[in-house]
């Protein structure tokens, strides 16, 4: 059966301290392992809302391998681009979080930044429907880069519908740099999920307005999804804007949620419903993401988030 959608990138384990201010510099305790990471906590979430989905990426022949591929086959996400490398460790982060909201962390990246073609599959791509790339694993590497166009070429040769998220990080690519590197994937995409801070940096413009009428008249068929966090996001097309506000949420671990927000959004597109649906159930899944502690732990099924969503009202809505 054609996959729904496929992603691709980096892949890895995480290891949590159990407790706020707890510094990676000293001996304390650790929760974990979780499986993690921005590409496959993306295909988790849209498997879990019935897509039929499939990540490519690279783990170790260990334990922290198991741990990913297992919950990929647990969530039903195709196991088929997910290469076992020997004699090398799985990737691994340790996290700590912080009062204030913010987290540090320690990589050690093992096989999490390996990618090849060879891992590109064909059967993976016939007939699929949507390709999701993320500006995190295009800044990995050179090499990581060369195998993110050739998926490309190959998704748009099945006339999937292409999206991308910039996901910018600037300590593995300066914001100029990653302007040059993203710029084929920018101008192919049919959606686009920025922040407004990535959507100005990436577009060299001075104000959201520009950068949004520039990408809309390259491609006027695009859909445009400015997330803003808590508040929501603003969808532009060109039929003009929607703003969705977001659902209210406490807060205990942010790990994942603008990955969920891009599932929940993509998932409702591929279902036919319209914009304005696919903003609130991409808000819907953010907010329930960071409800919970532990990368994959708040990604929620459909039945959850429906019921979610009938029973709290969004928060205010945006402001123009």
Partial sequence: MPLDILTIGEALVEVMRTDIDQPLDQPGPFTGPYPSVAPFIFAVQAARLGMQTAAIGAVGADAFGDCLRDQMLADGVSVLGLKRIANQPTGIAFVAYQADGSRDFVFSLGTGG??????????????????HLMGSTLSMSQSALEVCRRALEMAQHEGALISFDPNLRPELLPPEQARVAFAPFIATADVLIPTEEELLQLAAASALD???????????????????????????????????????????????????????????????????????????????????????????????????????????????
Avoid: H, W
């Fill in 210 to 320: 520009e950068a949004i009428d520039q990408l809309l008249t390259e491609r006027p068929g695009r859909v445009i999804a400015v997330t803003r966090g808590a508040a929501g996001c603003s969808v532009y097309t060109s039929d003009g804007r929607i703003d969705a506000a977001g659902f209210p949420a406490q807060e205990i671990d942010p790990t994942g949620a603008g990955d969920c927000f891009d599932a929940g959004f993509l998932s409702a597109l591929l279902e036919g419903k319209t914009p304005a649906e696919a903003a609130r159930l991409g808000n819907a899944c953010g907010a329930l993401t960071v409800s919970a502690k532990g990368p994959m732990a708040g990604a929620k099924r459909r039945e959850e988030l429906d019921r979610f969503m009938q029973a709290l009202p969004p928060l205010q809505d945006l402001g123009q």
């Fill in 114 to 131: 390996y990618l090849s073609t060879d891992m590109l599959d064909p059967e993976l791509f016939g007939g699929l429907r949507c390709f």
